[in-house]
């Protein structure tokens, strides 16, 4: 069965935001909310220090907390994995957003615009739908659905493939059906070290972070390979 | 090792939300505490219309906190895990049920009690439900927050007793020991969440257990007081009503510093650090 998932490469991602400027044109969230952002982590004091891009948006989970917690229904796991949220069911309560640990979710109370009036291109693809309930990253599943049913690939056509994947200038993003393992997604998770953000909560996410294991000096379990990061905290 | 970014405060769930947890517990407390005080006539429809009142305000804050109000009737449409849902349900059955009691029907009274206090657990339940939040994800917080209900409702039932002539000395103890409870809840919560919650929110937390320390002492020896006869008529009715309105007063900082000032989000964290150049 087919069961979509990313791959990030944490690197390769450069922090460049490309992708959360592509989602932000494909998806034309307003000002103030990222579907997709690349958070800018820093660890430990001069002179060893680190820097970390991590790319974040929803993680569409196994077992997505949103979902659990939503009174309407509003919120749903397809068959292949996508999380969705029903705009015409959701009451806006929030309740998804103080539940999801990966900070995915957003409400909006009111329209806004970039520059307080909307611009020709906000007028044109605003969606009164979207006021006052909880959005979030869909994986662009519309283009999914539409690319599949010309019968296209999603991860190996464009046209079938999240918009923040088409825009990576780093190749750190990979998507696709973890299930096949001709997927480039599945053949990333097979051949590298990865990790899933806050797995420890049972959220089963399916965002997979990808490291160097040898310059990581850990193993899968986490414990010392090659001695501890220096000096990082 | 992991590698854990910084934590925001929530500030999806304002204020409003807040007053529904408040008015919530105490109204759904208030009516367990008329029953349990076995009120009678008059005095029970007084405390049952109140703690009624402070359910439907708790909701009615929550409501305006919707994004699409127009819609809330879709709240009662996943009972099956949500508990806002069954919140929601609760609060259904509460107002027929209670009404009934209000009115005399036999054996309404203990359905109200029983479905006030199924309430409280169901908001109880919400918080310990948003796993994003490790204050509120941490079990304990179920029982701190149905025992705070139970305490403020009480605590109002407390202070109106000498006005109302009612409840006895059992109802007396029965308050005594929740407010007991609450505070050795409230520790245990607190020692479970210390290497979960930052500093921030824990700081926050110990100040509510200063208030909510201050505040057991001020009811415990109200209750101690009134029980023993020493407090006498003259003062019965100051000393019942400050204690009880300390009770209150411990369980509305206490709720609303956990909806508000403690609720930090689960930071990002990495458990493993990437090696730009490798690849």
């Not at chain 2, 090792?1 to 500030?11: D, E, S």
């Not at chain 2, 101690?224 to 000393?239: D, M, N, P, Q, R």
Request: charged share 15%.
């Amino acid at each position: 069965m087919t069961r979509y998932a990313m791959a990030v490469d944490l690197d390769r991602c450069v922090g460049c935001q490309t992708c959360t400027a592509s989602c932000k044109h494909a998806n034309a969230t307003p000002p103030g909310v990222q579907w997709r952002r690349v958070l800018d982590m820093e660890f430990g004091h001069y002179p060893d220090v680190a820097r970390v891009f991590v790319p974040m948006a929803c993680q569409h989970c196994d077992d997505p907390p949103c979902m659990d917690v939503c009174p309407t229904q509003a919120t749903r796991k397809r068959p292949d994995g996508i999380v969705t949220i029903d705009y015409d069911v959701c009451i806006g309560c929030a309740y998804c957003v103080v539940a999801c640990p990966y900070d995915a979710r957003t409400k909006v109370a009111k329209p806004t615009f970039a520059f307080g009036k909307p611009t020709p291109s906000e007028a044109a693809r605003f969606d009164d739908a979207r006021i006052g309930v909880a959005t979030k990253c869909t994986f662009c599943v519309e283009r999914i659905d539409a690319g599949t049913a010309k019968g296209l690939t999603p991860g190996v056509d464009p046209e079938a493939t999240p918009a923040c994947v088409n825009s990576c200038i780093a190749k750190a993003l990979t998507f696709g059906d973890i299930e096949d393992p001709q997927s480039d997604v599945a053949k990333a998770v097979a051949n590298n070290a990865h990790f899933r953000m806050h797995a420890e909560l049972g959220t089963g996410p399916r965002v997979y972070y990808l490291y160097d294991r040898q310059r990581d000096g850990r193993r899968e379990d986490g414990a010392p390979e090659m001695g501890e990061p220096a000096a990082i905290v | 090792m992991t590698y854990t970014g910084c934590p925001a405060l929530q500030k999806a769930w304002d204020a409003r939300a807040a007053m529904n947890f408040i008015c919530g517990g105490t109204g759904s407390g208030l009516i367990v505490f008329a029953v349990a005080g076995d009120a009678r006539g008059f005095a029970l429809q007084v405390l049952l219309l109140a703690g009624l009142v402070l359910v439907g305000g708790g909701l009615s804050c929550v409501w305006h906190e919707l994004g699409r109000p127009r819609r809330a009737l879709n709240v009662f449409r996943h009972a099956r895990t949500s508990w806002m849902s069954r919140e929601a349900i609760a609060a259904a059955l509460l107002v027929p049920v209670t009404l009934a009691a209000m009115l005399g029907v036999s054996g309404m009274a203990m359905l109200a009690a029983i479905v006030a206090a199924a309430f409280a657990v169901c908001q109880a339940r919400m918080l310990q439900a948003s796993r994003a939040i490790p204050a509120w994800r941490e079990p304990l917080v179920a029982p701190l927050l149905v025992v705070s209900a139970f305490v403020e409702g009480g605590g109002l039932f407390f202070a109106a007793s000498p006005w109302l002539s009612a409840g006895d000395a059992q109802v007396l103890v029965f308050f005594g020991s929740f407010v007991l409870v609450r505070v050795v809840v409230f520790l245990v919560y607190r020692r479970a969440i210390a290497g979960a919650v930052p500093q921030a929110g824990l700081a926050a937390l110990d100040r509510a257990g200063a208030v909510l320390h201050a505040t057991t002492i001020a009811s415990l020896v109200g209750v101690a007081l009134v029980g023993s006869g020493i407090a006498g008529e003259t003062w019965t009715f100051a000393v019942a009503s400050l204690a009880g309105i300390a009770a209150l007063a411990g369980g509305v900082y206490l709720k609303s510093t956990l909806v508000l000032r403690a609720a930090y989000r689960q930071a990002p964290a990495l458990s493993h650090l990437p090696a730009r150049g490798r690849r």
